[in-house]
T-cell receptor, first 110, second 114 residues
Framework: QQQVKQSPQSLIVQKGGISIINCAYE??????FPWYQQFPGKGPALLIA?????SEKKEGRFTISFNKSAKQFSLHIMDSQPGDSATYFC?????????FGAGTRLTVKP | DSGVTQTPKHLITATGQRVTLRCSPR?????VYWYQQSLDQGLQFLIQ???????AKGNILERFSAQQFPDLHSELNLSSLELGDSALYFC?????????????FGPGTRLTVL
């Protein structure tokens, strides 16, 4: 069963624009929400992560917004660059398990 | 380069066969995680070992097993292979156990079952 739903499946943004990827989860026991970036032919790499006790976390051009009551969280990429073109995965974990969203393929056009 | 190594890079085998994938974690990392990435199922957590002990279990099939050795390298054994087992298998490592610790992923092993 899909416990983490991610949208959109693909996203095309102009250079300098804002990329927004959304995720929703079902299991209220999840207590850690990372985002991973994956380039073709490479393994995923942790981009940014948040715990449910905060509503927002910012690292450089990347921001996670977290809405605990709605069970939703999103990744915002400000000033998107062609080098940001990759697949992004949201995830949610609890004690003994981590579940991933289906991924969003982001293309940033120059 | 994450510092995590996986061998082999590619593996082609037939249905019904058994294969072993190997992972060497970053120096000093005690936790090893295994993941499967396929077009059908996406990215799935399979199993975690910490300092030789199984710590967490995800969507790992009974036909699959893993272990972590005293030198901390890990092996994922896949048996009675089916076409649907074709996927990228990633290993990741982190210094300690717990999802809060950043995991560093290896380059993956691409398994093709014919």
């Amino acid at each position: 069963q899909q416990q983490v739903k991610q949208s959109p499946q693909s996203l095309i943004v102009q250079k300098g624009g804002i990329s927004i990827i959304n995720c929703a989860y079902e299991n209220t026991a999840f207590d850690y929400f990372p985002w991973y970036q994956q380039f073709p032919g490479k393994g995923p790499a942790l981009l940014i992560a948040i715990r449910p006790d905060v509503s927002e976390k910012k690292e450089g051009r990347f921001t996670i917004s977290f809405n605990k009551s709605a069970k939703q969280f999103s990744l915002h990429i400000m000033d998107s660059q062609p080098g940001d073109s990759a697949t992004y995965f949201c995830a949610a974990s609890e004690d003994n398990d981590m579940r991933f969203g289906a991924g969003t393929r982001l293309t940033v056009k120059p | 380069d994450s510092g995590v190594t996986q061998t082999p890079k590619h593996l082609i085998t037939a249905t019904g066969q058994r294969v072993t994938l190997r992972c060497s974690p970053r120096s000093g990392d005690l936790s090893v995680y295994w993941y499967q990435q396929s077009l059908d199922q996406g990215l799935q957590f399979l199993i975690q070992y910490y300092n030789g002990e199984e710590r967490a279990k995800g969507n790992i099939l009974e036909r699959f097993s893993a272990q972590q050795f005293p030198d901390l390298h890990s092996e994922l054994n896949l048996s009675s292979l089916e076409l649907g087992d074709s996927a990228l298998y990633f290993c990741a490592s982190s210094p300690r156990t717990g999802w809060y610790n950043e995991q560093f992923f290896g380059p993956g092993t691409r398994l093709t079952v014919l």
